[in-house]
């Protein structure tokens, strides 16, 4: 997979101060069809704020002048007893390139767990990491997307149904980190 843009239309073009460029780093192998339906879960999520996400797995940015730049690394905890099924990923805002890691094993286990398809819920992941990097250090709140901790509740009800979301006023933060 080379470049994919999310949700904008080939005709259509990218404000880039409203564009989140994200180089995706598999580590893991993750199917092709689950990768491509979570980052497609991921950019509605973002649309619904008014920003567009530009996936880029060959390094190769095709939205114009200087969008903000992540890069998404999907890698498993190893043996780590302390994390593993317990932080199902992580945000570092680095001073050139920001990062978010997302620990696909752990999200596939999760999903499985609760019944909801392992593509929706690593979409719904990276959207939260995502947000952290936007919304600053203290982006938890205590409801919707930006939870610290989902229940299976949570994962049942917010994920699964589509009612994790950006808050109003979490968009209007994210769209103004962006200009």
């Not at 060959?58 to 780590?80: A, Q």
């Not at 593993?84 to 696909?104: E, H």
């Not at 936007?134 to 709140?141: D, E, I």
């Not at 009612?163 to 209007?172: K, L």
Request: hydrophobic share 45%.
């Amino acid at each position: 997979m080379a470049a994919m843009v999310l949700p904008v239309r080939a005709t259509e073009r990218v404000q880039a101060s409203r564009a989140i460029a994200v180089r995706v780093i598999d580590l893991v192998g993750a199917p092709l069809t689950i990768r491509r339906r979570a980052l497609e879960q991921a950019a509605r999520l973002f649309a619904r704020v008014d920003v567009t996400i530009v996936w880029d797995n060959s390094n190769r940015l095709t939205v114009p002048s200087k969008p903000f730049v992540v890069d998404l690394t999907l890698l498993d905890h190893g043996n780590d007893p302390l994390t593993t099924g317990r932080v199902l990923g992580s945000a570092t805002p680095l001073p050139s390139v920001p990062a978010i890691s997302v620990f696909y094993r752990d999200v596939q286990e999760l999903a499985q767990t609760c019944g909801v398809p392992s593509e929706v819920l690593f979409g719904f992941v990276i959207a939260h990491e995502l947000g952290h990097l936007l919304l600053g250090p203290h982006a938890h709140t205590g409801l919707g997307l930006m939870r610290p901790v989902w229940t299976r509740a949570d994962v049942v009800n917010g994920v699964a149904q589509g009612q994790f979301r950006f808050s109003a006023a979490e968009g209007e933060r994210i769209r103004r980190r962006l200009h």
